[in-house]
């Protein structure tokens, strides 16, 4: 009889053990879960290809002089923002500008990680010719619509990914007639949504661990659009990206929100008259 009791009262001890560590597991993630990350989300400046016109992708233009002294308006437009972590994508222009934001708005300390989900949709056989705008009117003409106005009136806010689509699909029949192999040819809109999304969930669920805070992110223009259409913001309306806008995104409990306009260049702008005195 003791044996049993005995036996019972051990049993009892590993069930209330079991259920106290299991509620301290779900309140420790409930409250992880809860910590607020503010992604600020950072087009690159201005590039070679952006002068010249040409599209860029995943080909690896870097910075004009322009570009270099918009990331220290870009900086100090930031100043006074404390960043917990800081991340970019593998390309030069991506990483300059993030570094130079980092060294111009007193983050000098945080370390720059690289994450090669992060940088601009592939074109494929497009790269290094006549950009977006340029490509319109054959893009619109594969979709239907008589000229390029037509197309960006039909399509709205969802431009950028019929954009992306046309490339894709155009690539993939080798409209232009060139050997560059499969693995290199343009993305289609909705694998560039998950690479950038599952990149962001990574580095907000990260930093939640951490305690939550400022996170800078510096990709590139159409990749970001493409990710921010996802989240079903009011204030995205498919508007190109300008070089060094920054976008606000909030994540807490799970999902991802745009704090205030999309694209803003108020950070960079304040900067360069703070040193334009």
């Known amino acids: 009889m003791k044996r049993i009791i005995s036996s019972t009262l051990m049993l009892v001890t590993i069930l209330f ?16 879960d809860s910590k607020e990350v503010v992604v600020y989300l950072v087009r690159h400046g201005e590039t070679t290809a952006n002068v010249m016109h040409r599209a860029q992708g995943w080909s690896d233009y870097t910075l004009t002089q322009n570009g270099i002294d918009g990331a220290k308006y870009l900086g100090r437009g930031l100043k006074g923002t404390t960043f917990k972590a800081a991340y970019s994508g593998d390309l030069t222009r991506q990483e300059k500008t993030a570094q130079g934001v980092l060294n111009n708005s007193g983050n000098k300390k945080i370390n720059l990680q690289i994450d090669n989900n992060l940088r601009e949709c592939n074109y494929g056989s497009y790269e290094g010719r006549p950009d977006a705008a340029q490509n319109i009117p054959e893009i619109a003409k594969y979709y239907g619509f008589k000229d390029s106005k037509e197309f960006l009136k039909k399509t709205g806010k969802n431009a950028i990914n019929k954009m992306q689509d046309g490339y894709y699909e155009l690539d993939k029949q080798n409209k232009l007639n060139t050997e560059l192999p499969a693995k290199y040819r343009a993305e289609a809109s909705k694998t560039v949504e998950k690479r950038m999304s599952q990149s962001l969930t990574r580095i907000v669920k990260k930093q939640q661990k951490s305690g939550g805070g ?31 806008a920054v976008t606000k995104v909030v994540y807490k409990d799970g999902k991802f929100k745009v704090s205030g306009p999309v694209g803003s260049l108020k950070y960079f702008n304040n900067g360069k008259k703070e040193l334009a005195k």
Do not use: E, H, R
């Open 17 to 32: 053990a079991s259920l106290f560590v299991n509620c301290n597991l779900t309140y420790a993630k409930s409250n992880s």
């Open 214 to 244: 400022n996170v800078l992110v510096v990709s590139s223009g159409m990749s970001i659009s493409l990710f921010i259409s996802t989240l079903n913001s009011k204030q995205y309306t498919g508007s190109p990206m300008k070089n060094d």
